[in-house]
């Protein structure tokens, strides 16, 4: 299945267009004007935004040209982007552990035995190596990789934490190497989804060596090739930075937080498993962020009631004042490493798997999730 380019993502409506397109491909390259999506708040430099309409398919297959992809790795980001490259006409190539799930889930996604080979391999069949390994397997197998990249290939990543901590990681990229990022927004499974939907979701992308000197255009074909809907500039450094700390964050560590600790207040304040459930996630996930997601916070509180308005604009400052330090607290830990150590740490022990499945146990026991297991079955279909 193609992916269906002329259906538009949701841009934010502070990108405004500047001029007309009109691009013709002479041989390889494309001459033309590009309507310049720009981002421009105050002062600020300008960012400079590229949608589908700078890198339709039929660009971006000129690019890539008759590259063999390798994508080591098939956990959510190496499966998404690999269907989605292999549906866009691409000459892509796994490279996996023999025998394991990966491998399984490959054959059972219709790759074809040739197209499955063992890491070693397909790193020295690609052309452009896509290091979609876990964080811990980027590390754990760089020295095999490493030698059969070969001068003139392209190393890309999703994640630039293996390349900006090399002195925890071990991995550093031949000189002779392009070594580009395309980071996308979003889960493994988000980036197939969102394809399949005809969507898309927005990628950052980076480049951190360009030995060819066409680094920067490789990144952003492979962008669009796997299905991002517009992609923005960053560096390997900030793009680690801003990822892991707002996993820790509001993506993840911080709402978990909240949601606790919310609940639990309204359950010690005698609150029923149901009240203080629909008051606390119900609410957000179902009614309330979809609507920040669409129309902004400013819009939700216009549309409002007074009464929570007021609540919100009072109560708001009082929790930023709590929480900014601690944000700051965890940026400067990821920033001097210390994140990285820990987690590096963490999957060096024997009964590393053991220990995140119990922690992770403790989640999924707790009252709050074990009330939302039972009521998300009475949510009308």
Known sequence: MLFKWDRKPKIITMLRQVATRAFSPVGNRYFFKRAVSTLQIGTEKSETIYTRDDYPLKRCQDIIGVKTISILGYGPQGRGQALNLRDNGFNVILGLRKGGKSWERAVDD???LEQIQDIQTATRNGDIIKYLL???GQISEWEQVKP??????TIYFSHGLAVTYPELTGVVPPENTDVIMVAPKGAGMTVRDKFLQGSGINSSYAVFQDHSGRAEETARALAFAIGSGHVFQTTFQNEVYSDLTGERCVLMGLIQAAFKAQYEVLRERGHSVSEAYNETVEEALVSLYPLINDRGMDWLYTNCSTT????ALDWAPKFEK????VINR???SV?????????ISSNSHPDCNEKLNYELHQISKHELWQA???LRKFRPL
Request: glycine residues 12%; proline residues 3%; contains cysteine.
């Open 335 to 343: 920033k001097n490493g210390d994140e990285v150590k820990r987690v």
């Open 322 to 325: 709590v929480i900014k330090p």
């Open 330 to 332: 965890c940026y400067d």
């Open 372 to 374: 939302a297991k039972q």
């Open 134 to 136: 876990s964080d811990a």
């Open 110 to 112: 219709g790759w074809g």
């Open 308 to 311: 929570a308005q007021r609540g």
């Open 148 to 153: 059969h990249l070969d001068q003139n290939k």
